[in-house]
């Protein structure tokens, strides 16, 4: 096995994005590596996006927030320190790739729940980090948390 010195992590708000998180922690550990996490959420759009003289009714930072508060429980959970987040907008196999190879990591780690049918055996996003990263991706299949 390769040692791995930068691993993103790329995460969704799901509830199983903790078992992605504790996969790479877990790698991280092992390799003693440095360890990005990294949630990519749709750039918003105004309804009003015909009218320049009205604003959102949500800015970027707003929903930035809410995000980080989410995510920032998910990652302590796992036992990792919520200054490793970046949030960041747009296309996510995009930012995805953009973003690995601005740290210059080794690896992707990425949930993969094969739930979406035959033609997104991997999920789109996975699929498309796999066939677009510069590095190693690892594909972690996740299992539908169950309330008890």
């Known amino acids: 096995m390769s040692t791995y010195r930068k691993i993103l992590v790329a995460v969704d708000l799901s509830e199983e994005a903790?078992?992605?998180?504790?996969?790479?922690?877990?790698?991280?550990?092992?390799?003693?590596?440095?360890?990005?996490?990294?949630h990519v959420a749709d750039t918003p759009v105004s309804p009003y996006g015909q009218f320049p003289e009205y604003a959102a009714p949500v800015s970027t930072a707003e929903i930035r927030a809410s995000i980080f508060a989410q995510l920032a429980t998910t990652v302590e959970n796992a036992g990792l320190s919520r200054e490793l987040i970046t949030i960041d907008f747009g296309r996510s196999i995009d930012s995805i790739i953009e973003?690995?190879?601005?740290?210059?990591?080794?690896l992707i780690v990425i949930g993969s729940h094969g739930r979406h049918g035959i033609q997104l055996l991997l999920g789109s996003?996975?699929?498309?980090?796999?066939?677009?990263?510069?590095?190693?991706v690892l594909a972690v299949r996740v299992r539908e948390v169950i309330e008890q």
């Open 99 to 106: 973003h690995s190879d601005e740290y210059q990591c080794d």
């Open 18 to 38: 903790e078992q992605v998180l504790q996969t790479a922690a877990d790698i991280a550990e092992a390799n003693q590596a440095e360890l990005y996490i990294l």
């Open 125 to 136: 996003t996975a699929n498309g980090v796999l066939h677009h990263a510069n590095c190693d």
